[in-house]
């Protein structure tokens, strides 16, 4: 396998040899003027349909610069199906979220609104691009699926019945994380994090109802709502997750 060069680029357009794919505007900018690449620098380009290619930077056209793909470094890999459900909080906080949790290897992000969520709006847009350029960075090959944010109540109202929604309880009541991930094993799931200030009474009482929920516990002491989805995803990753794994390059 080839050595990657760097910088390396999400393309969600078909790669394949010999194939030339136009970059957008942003992305031409960077290579040609920020890290000043020439005509003929080698660029890796990747998705997760056709995994990733060496290829070369094409001569500047009147409106777009494009990339010459070459040959093969990766193919396709399967990844683990691991969904992130979270309330939003603010910006700065949220686009950290988004792109730990992308290096973390999540492949769906929902957002949700609970009783304490105080963010209305979300630049959905601005969270893609933390999400691409984590995946840029952390070398994977897909991009996480981000979702419209919704009622929490309406995400369970249509959840399928095969995942189990383990909720990170800051009120104490679930049993340590680490020994219901080591029970559940390789179970498909999602992992839902609460707002600042938490989930009500009434909103834990209903979760308890569904069976397909796992209450657990986060430790001794009471964590941001950022610090807790990404310490969740950690412990998951270490336990039931592609952390168990060798790297394969």
Not at 184 to 205: I, K, N, Q, Y
Request: hydrophobic share 45%.
């Amino acid at each position: 396998m080839s050595e990657r060069p760097k910088p390396r680029l999400y393309l969600p357009q078909p790669l394949a040899a010999g194939a030339v794919v136009d970059l957008a505007a942003g992305q031409a900018h960077h290579l040609r003027n920020v890290l000043r690449l020439g005509t003929g620098a080698p660029v890796a380009a990747f998705n997760a349909q056709d995994g990733e290619w060496l290829c070369r930077l094409g001569a500047t056209g009147r409106k777009q610069t494009g990339l010459i793909v070459d040959s093969r470094l990766r193919a396709p890999e399967k990844e683990d199906n691991l969904w992130l459900l979270f309330a939003p909080i603010k910006r700065t906080r949220l686009d950290w979220l988004v792109e730990k949790a992308t290096e973390l290897g999540v492949s769906a992000l929902l957002p949700v609104w609970t009783r304490h969520t105080r963010t209305e709006r979300l630049n959905l847009d601005r969270l893609h691009g933390h999400a691409v350029a984590a995946a840029e960075q952390s070398e994977r090959l897909s991009i996480p699926e981000l979702h419209d944010p919704r009622p929490l109540d309406r995400v369970l109202a249509a959840w399928p019945d095969e995942r189990r929604l383990i909720v990170c309880d800051e009120s104490g009541v679930g049993e340590p994380i680490a020994t219901a991930l080591a029970r559940l094993g390789s179970t498909l799931s999602a992992l839902l994090t609460g707002p600042e200030g938490g989930f009500t009474e009434m909103e834990l009482d209903s979760l308890s109802r569904f069976p397909f929920v796992s209450r657990v516990g986060l430790g001794p002491r009471v964590l941001r709502a950022d610090t807790a989805a990404l310490a969740a995803l950690s412990v998951f990753q270490a336990i039931a997750g592609d952390w168990r794994r060798p790297r394969q390059r």
